[in-house]
Nanobody, 119 residues
Framework: VQLQASGGGLVQAGGSLRLSCAASGHIFSINVMNWYRQAPGKQRELVAGIRSGASTNYADSVKGRFTISRANTKNTVYLQMNSLKPEDTAVYYC??????????????WGQGTLVTVSS
């Protein structure tokens, strides 16, 4: 399974971006897909997640501003980011909790996409 993240860029504070994460390869069952971020000098933190049943969860710092959603194929997730703040500046990573036909469960990571919010 490969994950391709895209959509990052430079935006002014108050602006919006939409990130995409597309999973490809030998996909059998994706249980959860998440977005994480890592700012310079900080630990990687969970931003948002969406489960196979479409339930979602968000970090307190992004609630009401970010929305995670999933395409009908269920192999692509999006992160709509509105009202961006300079503190949202980070490399954003997606991951996927995948179970294969043999019931082996593994976590896959994408390569990251840089979001820079200027003040």
């Amino acid at each position: 399974v490969q994950l391709q993240a895209s959509g990052g860029g430079l935006v002014q504070a108050g602006g919006s971006l939409r990130l995409s994460c597309a999973a490809s390869g030998h996909i059998f069952s994706i249980n959860v897909m998440n977005w994480y971020r890592q700012a310079p000098g900080k630990q990687r933190e969970l931003v948002a997640g969406i489960r196979s049943g479409a339930s979602t969860n968000y970090a307190d710092s992004v609630k009401g501003r970010f929305t995670i959603s999933r395409a009908n194929t269920k192999n692509t997730v999006y992160l709509q980011m509105n009202s961006l703040k300079p503190e949202d500046t980070a490399v954003y990573y997606c991951n996927a909790d995948h179970t294969d036909m043999a019931a082996n469960r593994r976590l896959y990571w994408g390569q990251g996409t840089l979001v820079t919010v200027s003040s």
